[in-house]
């Protein structure tokens, strides 16, 4: 009987073994996971801000062309009011003076 207790506790002995075995190489391999998925959150934060900040870059590029483009078109419409206000004076003034005879 007490040889069979040996082998039962030399068994259980592998086993544990076995199983401390397991677990110091699971614990071994866990910092490289951690490591590995903190690279990956990494790079997906990366790529994340890179194209946020590429959506931004080219939304102030458009709003800087809009107000560009505005900015020429108020130009454009003062300068035509002005020229429009000239032509007008010169109409008038022409108009006038053939009603009145002078021209």
């Known amino acids: 009987m ?3 207790r040996i ?11 076995e ?4 677990a110091v190489a699971e614990a071994d391999r866990m910092p490289q996971l951690a490591e590995q998925e903190v690279k990956t ?6 790529l994340q801000a890179e194209k946020e900040a590429q959506t931004l870059i080219a939304n102030a590029q ?4 809009s ?4 900015s020429q078109a108020e130009e454009t419409t003062q300068k035509n009011a002005a020229l ?5 004076e010169r109409s008038t003034t022409y108009v006038i ?3 009145v005879g002078r021209g």
């Open 2 to 4: 007490n040889e069979k």
């Open 7 to 17: 082998q039962e506790v030399i068994e259980i002995e592998k086993k544990a073994d």
């Open 19 to 22: 199983i401390f075995s397991k």
């Open 41 to 46: 959150l990494v790079e997906n934060a990366r």
């Open 62 to 65: 458009t709003k800087d062309e």
């Open 67 to 70: 107000d560009k483009i505005l």
């Open 84 to 88: 429009a206000k000239h032509n007008f």
């Open 97 to 99: 003076s053939r009603v």
